[in-house]
């Protein structure tokens, strides 16, 4: 179908009156997939089901007004909108509902995101980009309330980037930065400060970015006076509205049912935004929730019978409806015969979708109980296994897991036995998961050839009597090679412009690149981290910078909830490789000590953790992810920017492997292992211990999402037959982790001849100063004691009890 804009300057009637059809039909089948899909989640067919109903015409407008290179970043009500586009069809949405994991019959989320959740596909089967400005965008959504806005702001700076850079290639993402990014957000989620900070941001920036908010004057059962002040989103913003004076957001408020409105409202936003880059608010008045907040909840339970009746009346579609009537487009016959007609393909569709799920399931199911049934006339444990069957037979709609329980359980009773019919029903077993799992766990990180850790290591080379310069001087000078080779790259953050960043390792860059590829932002971490994602999605390379690694909490949920899972969560169909620089540990102080590295590592599957020792280390973890397309965490040292190195001739060059660890000293007694500034330490204490005959061999983690790909390590215990972990984080955190890598993973637990260790800070954040940094974490006292001690355990005659 034709959905592209037209104004009333260019619209003859008869097209006037077809695209008013046109819509009220689109509104109508989002409507009845709205209602069935409820049903569905009522009779347990699906998990859970949150819709679009009620926000059917605003969707309408900004689809009309939305085009190809244009971006969407919304939240779980836009099923209009994808619909309107032609992104999603009623077959799509409840296989979502369903949860099918086949990418082909679910193009969502292959059943890995509840309904409600759309994307549209970035990347060529190869994981190239596809040419996005031949489409119409949708960044993948997340759950979390407000969450979709951080992102909005990068997806919008990236038209701006695109329109003033030179010497860039754009023609796969921007046509001169003509492109819109368009937010929507819910009316009670806008009390976020994720919404406000943006909001804050984009107003700075100036930047084309139109956000919806769909007020239906509820946030779930809260009404809207404990969401914003005087109850009112766009008076409580009102001060952001510009003026001749000053710059700021363009705002317009309409009533949803009021569809001739809406289209002017949606048509002069997106001149305003995609002509003079200007930021547009759009509140979306008396919209209703018809089936409430979600398939958990009925709103019967806390809204009164007063505005029960209310939203009935105003309904958005009961309004279109009357008012197609009213000015004679149709026929009350003729409406009723399209509402019919789109009722019976719902069914259709609906019906279709769950046969098409069930197919995946049923030849399992038939295979299975087979094999139990072979399985069962040689065991002694028949009955057992016969009533598994029989189970499984009874259940006329079984899930993947039935099978699988199923399955395993009668493995049980086969224990012991020794027959064909048995190997038969292991082998199908083992094969089953084998298939299944992946469709679970696939994509967390690019499997194609150009994965970052398939990027081979390139040593820094030096010449016969190499510079010893400060560390920051190798960082500076590499990043000066990288901006010079990588026109699409850029980096920005709090002081990181003008000034260079606060331990200079960007100094005199903006003056050479520009204040657009080198920029200073606001006190804001979690739109840094969004501008990063949304820059990042549209093909750019952005860097972006946390000052200090303790604050890169401020933007926790941003990177968690989106730029960690959106391969995951997107089957490996868009991409986003962001790359996160930050500083920390060995610094004195509760919010500057820079090692909470066990909440990171969980927090961030999905996402590298890389922590160099070093800063010619550091430099070398950035040429290697330039290279990739991955997205990742770097923190550097904090106290080794003045620290000396040697200067490497072949700067912006060598690359530092991801997923491999470094020996930097041999030994024989005892593996250390430890990453970041801790190395230095643990490099001390070895030293001394050297001078009482025991020689530990040191190993740099370097990388702690992935660790040791190579296992490494274990080649290390497997000859000293101990092992120790030494870290900053707190007690059981990513000392942990490692020596779980190790003593399980890697199998070290075979090697080892003490009990393996760790050594970690104390439980609580460091404390102010030099003493408080002593008595805090780990020192070279405390490692030569750890060490001391292991040893003498094993010998106290050589190695008597130190103290």
């Known amino acids: 179908m034709d959905i592209s804009p037209k104004t009333s300057n260019d619209i003859s009637f008869d097209d006037f009156k077809t695209q008013i059809l046109t819509d009220y039909k689109i509104a109508v089948l989002s409507r009845t997939c709205s209602l069935m899909g409820r049903k569905e989640v009522l009779t347990g067919k699906a998990k859970f089901g949150i819709f679009g109903d009620g926000k059917e015409l605003p969707q309408l407008a900004m689809a009309r007004s939305f085009k190809n290179g244009d971006f969407r970043s919304g939240y779980y009500r836009d099923q209009t909108f994808m619909m309107a586009l032609g992104l999603l069809t009623p077959k799509d949405l409840f296989h979502a509902l369903y949860a099918t994991t086949d990418i082909e019959k679910e193009p969502m989320s292959a059943g890995r995101q509840m309904g409600g959740h759309y994307v549209t596909y970035s990347l060529n089967e190869d994981g190239s980009w596809k040419d996005l400005t031949k489409q119409k965008n949708s960044s993948a959504d997340i759950s979390c309330t407000a969450g979709q806005m951080p992102r909005l702001l990068g997806l919008a700076q990236a038209s ?81 509205k510009r003026t001749e004076e000053k710059a700021g957001f363009e705002m317009l408020k309409v009533k949803g049912w009021d569809y001739t409105a809406l289209m002017h409202a949606y048509e002069n936003a997106s001149d305003i935004a995609r002509e003079e880059h200007v930021p547009v608010i759009i509140h979306v008045t008396e919209l209703t929730q018809p089936q409430g907040h979600s398939s958990s909840g009925s709103h019967e339970r806390y809204k009164s019978q007063e505005r029960l009746n209310w939203e009935k009346e105003n309904d958005c579609n009961k309004r279109f409806r009357e008012w197609i009537l009213e000015t004679g487009i149709t026929t009350e016959e003729e409406l009723g015969a399209l509402e019919k007609d789109i009722l019976k393909q719902v069914r259709k569709a609906k019906k279709e979708a769950w046969a098409e799920y069930l197919t995946t399931h049923q030849p399992h199911k038939k295979k299975l109980v087979t094999l139990l049934d ?112 990588n026109p699409n790259a850029l980096v920005f953050g709090e002081d990181t412009g003008a000034i260079g960043d606060v331990n200079q390792g ?177 490099e001390q204490a070895a030293k001394e211990l050297k001078q009482v005959g025991i020689d530990a061999e040191v190993i740099d983690a370097q990388t702690l999402l992935p660790f040791d790909i190579r296992h490494d390590t274990v080649k290390s215990v497997q000859k000293t037959n101990r092992l120790l972990v030494i870290d900053e984080d707190v007690p059981g955190g990513c000392s942990a982790y490692i020596l779980n890598e190790i003593v399980e993973n890697q199998k070290g637990y075979m090697y080892l001849d003490s009990t393996p260790q760790t050594l970690s800070a104390q439980a609580h954040r460091p404390a102010y100063g030099s003493d408080g940094d002593y008595f805090s974490k780990p020192n070279a006292e405390d490692i030569f004691e750890k060490v001391y001690a292991m040893i003498h355990e094993s010998d106290p005659e050589n190695y008597p009890k130190l103290r």
């Open 160 to 240: 701006k980037m695109y329109r003033n850079l030179k010497n860039i290639d754009a023609s796969k993402f921007s046509n001169q930065g003509d492109e819109v990014a368009w937010g929507t957000i819910g009316n009670a989620s806008t009390s976020e400060g994720m919404f406000l900070e943006t909001i804050n941001a984009a107003g700075v920036l100036q930047v084309p970015m139109v956000i919806s908010i769909w007020d239906d004057d509820y946030g779930i059962s809260v009404p809207a006076e404990y969401h914003a002040t005087k109850e009112d989103i766009s008076e409580m913003l009102s001060g952001f």
């Open 374 to 485: 072979n399985a069962a006339s040689k065991s002694a444990n028949k009955n057992f296994i016969t009533k598994i069957k029989n189970d499984l037979i009874a259940t006329d709609e079984p899930l993947k897991k039935d099978l699988a329980i199923g399955a395993r359980k009668a493995l049980r009773y086969l224990i012991g036995e020794d027959f064909q019919e048995k190997n038969d029903l292991l082998k199908w077993t083992s094969e089953f998961l084998a298939e299944t799992q992946p469709k679970y766990s696939a994509d967390l990180y690019n499997e194609g050839p150009n994965r970052a850790t398939n990027i081979s290591e390139v040593k820094p080379t030096y010449g016969e009597s190499p510079e010893m310069v400060d560390g920051r001087l190798i960082l500076r000078d590499n990043f000066e090679k990288l901006f010079e080779n």
């Open 506 to 682: 960007l100094e005199g860059l903006q003056e050479k690149f520009g204040k657009l590829r080198i920029a200073d932002t606001g006190i804001r971490e979690t739109t840094i981290i969004g501008q990063g994602t949304g820059m990042a999605l549209r093909g750019l390379r952005p860097i972006a910078e946390i000052q200090y690694l303790d604050y890169i909490f401020y933007a926790l949920a941003t990177l968690t909830d989106d730029v960690a899972c959106l391969r995951y969560r997107t089957f490996g169909k868009q991409k986003a490789p962001l790359i996160v620089r930050t500083r920390g540990h060995r610094l004195e102080g509760i919010w500057h000590s820079g090692s909470p590295m066990a909440s990171l590592i969980h927090s961030l599957r999905g996402m590298y953790i890389l922590s160099p020792r070093n800063m010619t280390q550091a430099a070398g973890f950035y040429n290697t992810l330039m290279k990739s397309d991955e997205p990742a965490l770097i923190i550097e040292s904090l106290n080794g920017y003045r620290l000396k190195e040697r200067k490497p001739e072949n700067l912006g060059e060598f690359c530092t492997p991801i997923g491999v660890v470094e020996t930097v000293k041999k030994g024989s007694d005892i593996t250390l292992v430890s990453y970041g500034s801790t190395l230095r330490i643990v």
